[in-house]
């Protein structure tokens, strides 16, 4: 239950926001067009202010009442999505791009009720009553106050439009998750482009630029020296003015700034995923801009390095299972040996909760443990009989010789990961194994685990010279050989999931599984 009410808070949270910058800049308006109104550098009688806060509460209430409508008309499909049953695909990407136009949608929601619901009633029930002769207004002061009233809507809008562009970003990321979970797609634009750069630049620079100076303009023509403002001089209005002006223009180039480093940004953090290997990253498609179709073009590149990187990955698979294949059909009797230890190391390796990445070093590791022995002459490998001394010194010589065979893969890099696990896998615990005599947790961990693994399927494989033990049996072996052969916590691991979960089911699939 309380994961169902998180969309919901998403959701929630994006209203409160839109309300709250809302709030900011209808307040803004109407405190400088009612002031403007109500503080004039006239003479007014008592009724005649009267009118004037009279006609500005129409107005506001006109401007409420039209935003209002307006509002929850435009939120209303993302409201749906969020509250009702989705029951298609293609719902949630017409709600996807509604959303990405609802920057554009908040311009016309604040243009429109500014202008139609609060200056043109206010100019026009203004200009009726001077017409009647109830206001003593000069006309031109009625232009300037119309004037000013548009530039203050032109900065809001501004605002409005930067912090509703950050706003909706994770109501994008909510629907594209809803998406995916309920249909197995995610939503994209697709590189479509609602708002280009290049008008939102143009717009933003010309209302930056040009506030300033045509605010400081119209106080100039509203003639402040006549003004009512006690020990206030029309300097100290002069730099009020020139404040708030800049202050605009500096919040305004803050949020442009922020809109353009954002998608650029996140586009350098998902490169810098790809650069160390994490294959499995998108960028999200959170920009209406021309930035959509750079992640666009993104993520369809990595898609088609994905599938040439799978192409990769099972070329390299079948390559390790081939080398294997061929070292294990050089001896009948232990054909399937380096596929089973491989599956017996990935068994151990996930139980003692190594990283897939880990694992799959681990089985390529395993696979070619016994590479080596392809430089081990027949008569010695295949020797039904007790090998001499000398015989067993060239046998002992495989983990190095593996090495050496594997270290001429090019890259290097390739196989180095690798590399210990093949030297040290007939290394013991006790440090008296082969070839570099190590001693416990000095033996690389590729090399302990696959030497638990090797032996196990050694004891349980027949051999010419003698028959294979049963597997309880070489289960105690490893148990008596903890601490001294073996390495005590991989050997705990593998004999207890034996034990418990049913050895013979396990190990009937992975026969079935060998060559």
């Not at 490169?271 to 992640?295: C, K, N, W």
């Not at 090797?454 to 072996?477: C, K, V």
């Not at 390495?487 to 050895?503: K, S, T, W």
Request: aromatic fraction near 12%.
């Amino acid at each position: 239950m309380e994961g169902m009410n998180i969309p919901l808070t998403i959701y929630k949270t994006f209203v409160s926001r839109l309300l709250f910058m809302y709030a900011i800049g209808t307040v803004l308006a109407i405190a400088t067009v009612g002031g403007l109104m109500i503080f004039m550098p006239f003479s007014l009688e008592r009724q005649e202010r009267q009118i004037i806060i009279g006609i500005l509460a129409i107005s506001t209430c006109s401007m409420l009442i039209l935003e209002w409508l307006v509002f929850r008309l435009q939120l209303r499909p993302i409201r749906v999505a969020f509250y009702e049953e989705v029951e298609s695909y293609q719902t949630y990407q017409n709600v996807y791009y509604r959303t990405h136009r609802f920057p554009e949608l908040a311009v016309k929601r604040i243009i429109g009720p500014h202008l139609f619901g609060l200056m043109l009633p206010m100019v026009g029930l203004t200009v009726l009553f001077i017409h009647l002769g109830r206001l003593s207004i000069p006309y031109y002061y009625i232009v300037l106050v119309f004037v000013t009233g548009v530039l203050i809507v032109g900065m809001h809008t501004l605002i409005e439009f930067y912090s509703t562009y950050y706003f909706i970003r994770p109501v994008l990321l909510e629907l594209s998750a809803r998406s995916y979970a309920q249909f197995g797609k995610e939503l994209s634009l697709g590189g479509r482009v609602f708002f280009p750069l290049k008008r939102k630049l143009r717009w933003s620079f010309f209302l930056m630029g040009a506030f300033p100076l045509l605010l400081y303009s119209l106080s100039v023509q509203f003639g402040v020296e006549g003004w009512d403002l006690g020990r206030v001089t029309s300097w100290y209005w002069a730099i009020g003015v020139l404040t708030v002006g800049l202050g605009f223009s500096f919040i305004g180039s803050r949020l442009l700034t922020r809109e353009i480093v954002m998608p650029i940004q996140h586009l350098y953090e998902r490169m810098s995923d790809v650069q160390i290997g994490y294959m499995h990253t998108s960028a999200s498609d959170l920009f209406s801009d021309e930035f959509s179709r750079l992640v666009w073009g993104f993520n369809h590149m990595l898609r088609g390095i994905n599938v040439q990187h799978a192409r990769n990955n099972q070329l390299v698979e079948s390559y390790f299972a081939t080398l294997a294949a061929a070292l294990d059909a050089r001896d009948p009797y232990t054909a399937g040996h380096s596929l089973r230890v491989a599956d017996y190391a990935v068994l151990i390796g996930r139980l003692a909760k190594l990283s897939e990445e880990e694992i799959n070093e681990l089985r390529k590791s395993a696979l070619l443990h016994d590479i080596g022995k392809i430089g081990i002459r027949d008569s010695v490998l295949l020797k039904e009989g007790k090998l001499t001394d000398e015989e067993w010194e060239q046998v002992k010589d495989h983990p190095v010789l593996g090495e050496t065979i594997l270290r001429q893969v090019e890259p290097a890099s390739f196989m180095a990961l690798i590399l210990p696990g093949v030297r040290s896998h007939h290394e013991r615990y006790d440090g008296r194994g082969y070839p570099d005599a190590l001693k416990g947790e000095d033996i690389p961990l590729f090399g302990r685990i696959i030497a638990v693994a090797d032996a196990f399927d050694a004891m349980t494989s027949d051999r010419p010279y003698r028959a294979g033990l049963d597997r309880q049996t070489a289960l105690n072996i490893l148990e008596e050989g903890r601490g001294t052969q073996w390495d005590p916590y991989f050997v705990a691991l593998f004999v207890e999931r034996m034990r418990r979960d049913g050895f013979d089911e396990y190990t009937s699939d992975i026969r079935r599984t060998s060559p």
